[in-house]
T-cell receptor, first 116, second 112 residues
Framework: DSGVTQTPKHLITATGQRVTLRCSPR?????VYWYQQSLDQGLQFLIQ???????AKGNILERFSAQQFPDLHSELNLSSLELGDSALYFC???????????????FGAGSRLTVL | AQRVTQPEKLLSVFKGAPVELKCNYS??????LFWYVQYSRQRLQLLLR??SRESIKGFTADLNKGETSFHLKKPFAQEEDSAMYYC??????????????FGQGTILTVHP
């Protein structure tokens, strides 16, 4: 599958815990984006990486961090989890920083996080 | 600041009826508009983008800069069109590529 791959699909954890979500971008894409989808907030942009470097930040909490590795996969780390962090976390990728395809995102299937 | 408004959370139509999903945006730069669709149990996928000016699955959308709108239309809805539809706004210039702002989404249900 050359699309965007996210693991795990589902994750249930307790408040105060820390989790790591993983994303492999579509083959050839250098930009990775993380979005949070919740019932009340809709789809919110969290952070963007391009070729290993952070490029843009959205409404990402200080308890959350991300990185993109040399092989271009990315991880989103969520710590000191709260009930309100329960959401679907999407990863998306695009070809690059600018140009015709830069705004065209390919999404993964998402990781559903439930904090109890 | 970028903002996308989809005024209808839910939209129900009967098969064969015309459908229009509304989207208004607020942006001071050069906008690029998209419609993404999420079918049941599937991932979010691009339906169409304004610069392509194409019709996908019978859907069209025209960017109206005067009214800052990008409504999605289909003349004859099909049951398989039932899905969540998101309007999204991106920057067509500068350095904010890919940082799309999404609307709240509209759940379209097409009844037989």
């Amino acid at each position: 599958d050359s699309g965007v791959t996210q693991t795990p699909k589902h994750l249930i954890t307790a408040t105060g815990q820390r989790v790591t979500l993983r994303c492999s971008p579509r083959s050839g894409d250098l930009s990775v984006y993380w979005y949070q989808q919740s019932l009340d907030q809709g789809l919110q942009f969290l952070i963007q990486y391009y070729n290993g470097e952070e490029r843009a930040k959205g409404n990402i909490l200080e308890r959350f961090s991300a990185q993109q590795f040399p092989d271009l996969h990315s991880e989103l780390n969520l710590s000191s989890l709260e009930l309100g962090d329960s959401a679907l976390y999407f990863c998306a990728s695009s070809v690059g920083l600018r140009g015709a395809g830069a705004n065209v995102l390919t999404f993964g299937a998402g990781s559903r996080l439930t904090v109890l | 600041a970028q903002r996308v408004t989809q005024p209808e959370k839910l939209l129900s139509v009967f098969k064969g009826a015309p459908v229009e999903l509304k989207c208004n945006y607020s942006y001071s730069g050069s906008p690029e508009l998209f419609w993404y669709v999420q079918y049941s149990r599937q991932r979010l996928q691009l339906l169409l983008r304004h610069i392509s000016r194409e019709s996908i699955k019978g859907f069209t959308a025209d960017l109206n800069k005067g009214e800052t709108s990008f409504h999605l239309k289909k003349p004859f809805a099909q049951e398989e069109d039932s899905a969540m539809y998101y309007c999204a706004l991106g920057n067509a210039g500068g350095t904010s590529y890919g940082k799309l702002t999404f609307g709240q989404g509209t759940i379209l249900t097409v009844h037989p």
